[in-house]
């Protein structure tokens, strides 16, 4: 429902300083920027992530709001936070939702569409 739109952007980026690949971890930050297009106020209330790495290993993550928020966003308004995962491959990627809830109650599901966590120029 158009009433209902979230848009959500992410952007990715490896993060050398957390890294230790002799260990086979690589941290990687993304910025997440949600937007409430729709005619209604929204409230975050929870996420799922869905980490994959390059061999194929899925962790699951679920949690009330983001970075210890639930922001609550009325038409036009935008939240942006910044988070990280861990993997054990130099590259993978995340997928997800953030379930939000209308003034009335009544709950919707905000998709966040498959990006790509890899080092810079790894798939070039």
Same mark, same amino acid.
């Given at each position: 429902?158009?009433? /209902?739109? %979230? /848009? %959500?952007?992410?952007?990715?980026?490896?993060?050398?300083?957390?890294?230790?690949?002799?260990? @086979?971890?690589?941290?990687?930050?993304?910025?997440?920027? %949600?937007?409430?297009? #729709?005619?209604?106020?929204?409230?975050?209330? @929870?996420?799922?992530?869905?980490?994959? /790495?390059?061999? =194929?290993?899925?962790?699951?993550?679920?949690?009330? #709001?983001?970075? =210890?928020?639930? !922001?609550?966003?009325? !038409? $036009?308004? @935008?939240?942006?936070?910044?988070?990280?995962?861990?993997?054990?491959?130099?590259? $993978? @990627?995340?997928? $997800?939702?953030?379930?939000?809830?209308?003034?009335? $109650?009544?709950?919707?599901?905000?998709? %966040?569409?498959?990006?790509?966590?890899?080092?810079?120029?790894?798939?070039?």
């Amino acid at each position: 429902m158009a009433e /209902d739109r %979230i /848009d %959500i952007t992410v952007q990715p980026e490896y993060w050398p300083e957390r890294s230790t690949p002799d260990v @086979s971890q690589w941290a990687f930050t993304y910025t997440v920027r %949600i937007t409430n297009q #729709g005619t209604r106020p929204a409230t975050l209330r @929870s996420r799922y992530w869905r980490i994959t /790495d390059a061999n =194929g290993r899925v962790e699951e993550m679920r949690g009330d #709001g983001v970075v =210890g928020k639930q !922001p609550h966003l009325q !038409p $036009g308004e @935008s939240f942006e936070y910044q988070s990280w995962a861990m993997l054990r491959t130099p590259f $993978g @990627s995340m997928r $997800g939702a953030y379930f939000m809830e209308r003034t009335d $109650g009544s709950r919707f599901e905000a998709p %966040i569409a498959e990006f790509a966590l890899t080092l810079p120029n790894a798939l070039n």
